[in-house]
């Protein structure tokens, strides 16, 4: 029996999760799941520029890992804009970690959220939200205090 994945930790749950192409209804429309890891992968390496290496770390997992993880995303991110597919960032396994700055009242917010879990694409609430006004308007901060 294999072992469990290792909990993948990520920084950022973007606030748009769903992206559809215009002129097919949603009725008809056939969906690509990315786990929110492989959506924090896509962001460290194709946004962030960062190595595989420098990925792999900032996400608590092996390089070959983070390889595999960056893969599956490419492919599905393809499949979606090729195919004509909407592309839907759900799931997975990971833990929310690093500072926050509310949005909506200016808060900072530590999080280390325990693992998440999610299988067959079921969510399970993985929002976080102030504790102070409730928003779920959160912007991760780096130790410089820029958005990261």
Do not use: W
Request: charged residues 30%; aromatic residues 4%.
């Amino acid at each position: 029996m294999p072992r469990p994945p290792k909990i993948r930790n990520i920084k950022n749950i973007p606030e748009i999760t769903f992206f559809k192409p215009a002129g097919i209804p949603m009725r008809d429309l056939e969906e690509e799941h990315l786990k929110m890891e492989e959506v924090e992968a896509i962001r460290l390496k194709d946004l962030k520029n960062l190595t595989q290496q420098e990925c792999a770390e900032k996400m608590k997992i092996s390089r070959p890992t983070f390889h595999r993880i960056l893969v599956s995303a490419r492919e599905k991110i393809a499949r979606g804009l090729i195919q004509g597919k909407g592309i839907r960032f759900k799931g997975g396994e990971y833990r929310l970690i690093g500072k926050y700055k509310c949005k909506n009242c200016g808060a900072i917010v530590n999080f280390s959220s325990p693992p998440h879990r999610h299988r067959h694409g079921k969510n399970r609430g993985n929002s976080k939200t102030c504790p102070k006004c409730d928003s779920p308007s959160l912007e991760h901060l780096d130790e410089n205090n820029n958005n990261s």
